[in-house]
Structures are given as structure tokens and as C-alpha cells.
């Protein structure tokens, strides 16, 4: 198991930033890819940003630019900096895990799954 706990979401105006913060329990941090993914009312759960164990990162078109992913291995921490807002960004942010080195963009792939933060940008 790898309890995750996501934090820093919050209601903002369209332009502002947001940092969001998971952090992960557990002495293996290191062995695991670390992804963000999102869910809007009434759609389905999107990929966002993923970032494996030496810092490669993947993302989604639209928020190419925008959003940085990254993680602190010694905090067990990953992060998802999240600059220019858009309404359209407006969603619940999960965190999730995968004991793999590779990236993956399916939620499917992640076994672990943080309670999810709710981001709100206002135009």
C-alpha cells in the first residue's frame, strides 16, 4: 500500500497559480512513477502530468506550458505547480501511483490513489 495525500487546492481567479502537493507514505518512494490526473463533473478522469522516477516528465496537451509536475524524493512529495488558470482547469485533482519506472497516461496503469484536492478557477 501507498497512501497518498493530496493538498493545496483551493478556489482561484483565471490567471492565478496553484500548487498542489501529494505526499506519499512508505520507504520505497523512489521505485514509483507519480502521475496527476483530473475529473471535471460529469466527465471522465483525465491524465494531466506524470513524472517517473528520474524526473522525466509527460504531459497533457492542454496543459503543456502551463502545469510543471515534479518530485522530491527525499519528502516523498510530488508536486504539480499550476500557473496561468484557466475555468476550463476547474476539477478535482487525484494523485496516483505505479511501481514502475516508465510513465503512463491510463489510469488504469496506477494502483494508488490519493482522496483527491478540488481546484475551482473563477473567470
Known amino acids: 500500500q501507498v497512501p497518498l495525500v493530496e493538498s493545496g487546492g483551493g478556489l482561484v481567479q483565471a490567471g492565478a497559480s496553484l500548487r498542489l502537493s501529494c505526499a506519499a507514505s512508505?520507504?520505497?518512494?523512489?521505485?514509483?512513477?507519480m502521475a496527476w490526473f483530473r475529473q471535471a463533473p460529469g466527465n471522465n478522469r483525465d491524465f494531466v502530468a506524470a513524472?517517473?522516477?528520474?524526473?522525466?516528465?509527460d504531459y497533457a496537451d492542454s496543459v503543456k506550458g502551463r502545469f510543471t509536475i515534479s518530485r522530491d524524493n527525499a519528502k516523498n512529495t510530488v508536486y504539480l505547480q499550476m500557473n496561468s488558470l484557466k475555468p476550463e482547469d476547474t476539477a478535482v485533482y487525484y494523485c496516483?501511483?505505479?511501481?514502475?519506472?516508465?510513465?503512463?497516461?491510463?489510469?488504469?496503469?496506477?494502483?494508488?490513489w490519493g482522496q483527491g484536492t478540488q481546484v475551482t478557477v473563477s473567470s
Open positions: 513524472i517517473n522516477w528520474r524526473s522525466s516528465t
Open positions: 496516483a501511483a505505479r511501481y514502475h519506472s516508465s510513465n503512463s497516461y491510463l489510469q488504469n496503469d496506477y494502483a494508488y
Open positions: 512508505g520507504r520505497t518512494f523512489n521505485n514509483y512513477a
